[in-house]
């Protein structure tokens, strides 16, 4: 996940999370890593801070980009 400015991880769950300046990669858990067909997983999150106001630039799932849907951040 692709920010505009270089981001510091506090939290993070149902995941595996790692912070290299603006990119946040989330990787599964043991327990989450497989789903069956039709299958979804959910209640994955993560807090991040900024110097300024950080935004998400990008979202890439296997490398396909991703649109989000409900994105809420609070200053």
Known sequence: MAFNENIALSDGWN??????????????????????????????????SSENEAKIQGVHICGVSVILGVLEYFR
């Open 15 to 48: 995941g595996r999370y790692s912070v290299t300046g603006d990119t946040l990669r989330i990787s599964s858990e043991d327990y989450n890593r497989e789903l069956s067909a039709g299958g979804s997983t959910g209640d994955v999150g993560f807090i991040v």
